[in-house]
């Protein structure tokens, strides 16, 4: 049985850098002038705060050009104009369900190659790694050997 994991795990690694060691495409240009976009929400974020770095070759965002600020600024004004009306909480309420709805992404704007966390909407049901099955919980809980061994 031990042979079998290690040989497993080998198999692993070498897929791993065999993916690793893949070259990946160059980036378009509108992606390189916009980092907040392609660094996600983090990036973002340190964005806000003034702490973001510019990756060489891409022209330098003013302060108040950059979109994420423009609309957290503008919705903090339009917050406090709502709680002057005495009607901050809808407004909140009504921004924090707006957020996520326009978190969630369709089917349409998937990546290609790019699986979902749910294995029914995936090709042929793939799971992504690390999922948990119910077979693998259950021959966990019940310290049976290995599907193969």
Known sequence: MAATVERRLAEFRAARRSAAAAPRPVEPPEKAAAPEAAEGPRAAA???????????????????????????????????????LELGLPYFVLSLLYWMYAGTRGPAERRPGELSAYSVFNPGCAAIAGTLTAEQLERELHYRPAAGS
């Open 46 to 84: 340190e964005g806000l705060g003034g702490g973001a770095q510019v990756r060489p070759g891409a022209a330098a965002t003013p302060v108040w050009a950059r979109p994420l600020l423009l609309k957290v600024l503008l919705w903090a004004v339009l917050l406090a104009l709502f709680a002057e």
